[in-house]
């Protein structure tokens, strides 16, 4: 297994615009994590997957942040109406419905917005 | 909600020990641990789970006390290798987990 995947590493987007950040987990993991983390920051939970059912969304979450995972295997992350606060890195973790084995991490997607 | 830890940073001389805290205002279930160097993901290192013991390989543990809802990450001898952020996550009932602000580490020659 390759680890978790997340694709593209980095986007550079215009105020306003939509950017969809995909992750692919590792194949046996279940559960699938969405966080978000800023420069000197610890990773801020956005939302969690269990197979393809969203089990968890942050209140701090706007109604611009979608996420899908629908057929339990990998995720998208939508933002819409980008704004410059949401320039950040955007991790995708996965790990086994026990969670005793501790998160995989993939390498992230860092969002600018201009 | 977020656990807190401290320090917030720490310096090192190779060889020399260290002990990061990590603690909630709620019950926790489990308490992690990751370490994460400059432009690179976390990395898990270990996991301690309520009613469980004292973890650690090599010169890295951690304990757990349920009771103080707090962990704490001992460095031992601490080598280059050890530099980077570790925040410890914290969960209730094993689901979603919150992380710490982290605590930077330099380990100096």
């Known amino acids: 297994d390759t680890g978790v995947s997340q694709n593209p590493r980095h986007k550079i987007t215009k105020r306003g615009q939509n950017v969809t950040f995909r992750c692919d987990p590792i194949?046996?993991?279940?559960?699938l994590y969405w966080y978000r983390q800023t420069l000197g920051q610890g990773p801020e939970f956005l939302t969690y997957?269990?197979?393809?059912?969203?089990?968890?969304k942050s209140r701090l979450l706007s109604d611009r942040f979608s996420a899908e995972r629908p057929k339990g295997s990998f995720s998208t992350l939508e933002i819409q109406r980008t704004e410059q606060g949401d320039s950040a890195m955007y991790l995708c973790?996965?790990?086994?419905?026990?969670?005793?084995?501790?998160?995989?991490f993939g390498s992230g997607t860092r969002l600018t917005v201009v | 909600q977020q656990p807190v830890q401290s320090p917030q940073a720490v310096i090192l001389r190779e060889g020399e020990d260290a002990v990061i805290n990590c603690s909630s205002s709620?019950?926790?279930?489990?308490v992690h641990w990751y370490r994460q160097k400059h432009g690179e993901a976390p990395v898990f290192l270990m996991i301690?789970?309520?009613?469980?013991e004292q973890k650690g390989h090599e010169k890295i543990s951690a304990s757990f006390n349920e009771k103080k809802q707090q962990s704490s990450l001992y460095l031992t001898a601490s080598q280059l290798s050890y530099s980077g952020t570790y925040f410890c996550?914290?969960?209730?009932?094993?689901?979603?987990?919150?992380f710490g602000a982290g605590t930077r580490l330099t380990v100096k020659p």
């Open positions: 997957f269990q197979n393809e059912a969203q089990l968890e």
């Open positions: 709620k019950a926790l279930y489990s």
């Open positions: 194949s046996e993991h279940n559960r």
């Open positions: 973790a996965s790990s086994r419905r026990d969670n005793n084995y501790g998160y995989t």
């Open positions: 301690l789970l309520k009613g469980g």
């Open positions: 996550g914290t969960a209730n009932n094993n689901n979603d987990m919150r």
